[in-house]
């Protein structure tokens, strides 16, 4: 069993930033993919972005330009560093884990191809 945690959500203003963590096993980043998904009340789960063992990653086009994931394999962190945000970007953020290698868009954004997840941290952005 793969246990992540995030921490960093809260509440900020549009235009605002936020940056988010997940801790992970020690090693997971050399061995699984990692990505974020978000759900919003009343919608589905919805992928974020991934990023693989080699660094290479991912992004909704909702978020490309805005969003950034990273990660510190010394440190078994993966991070969503989130900029520019605007309300729609309200949600419960996942971080997300899962096996070997990164799939491919669309199927990256598609939480069954997914086998582990945290507890979700909450963001709201208010206009």
């Known amino acids: 069993q793969v246990q992540l945690v995030e921490s960093g959500g809260g509440s900020v203003q549009t235009g605002g930033s936020l940056r988010l963590s997940c801790a992970a096993p020690?090693?997971?980043?050399?061995?699984?993919?990692m990505g974020w998904f978000r759900q919003a009340p009343g919608k589905e789960r919805e992928g974020v972005g991934s990023i693989n063992s080699r660094g290479r990653t991912t992004y909704a086009e909702s978020v490309k330009g805005r969003f950034t994931l990273s990660q510190d394999i010394a440190k078994n962190t993966l991070y969503l560093q989130m900029n520019s945000l605007k309300p729609d970007d309200t949600a419960v953020y996942y971080c997300?884990?899962?096996?070997?290698?990164?799939?491919?868009?669309?199927?990256?954004?598609?939480?069954?191809?997914?086998?582990?997840w945290g507890q979700g941290t909450q963001v709201t952005v208010s206009s």
């Open positions: 020690a090693d997971i980043g050399s061995s699984y993919c």
């Open positions: 997300a884990a899962r096996p070997r290698f990164c799939l491919n868009p669309p199927l990256a954004y598609q939480y069954e191809y997914w086998a582990y």
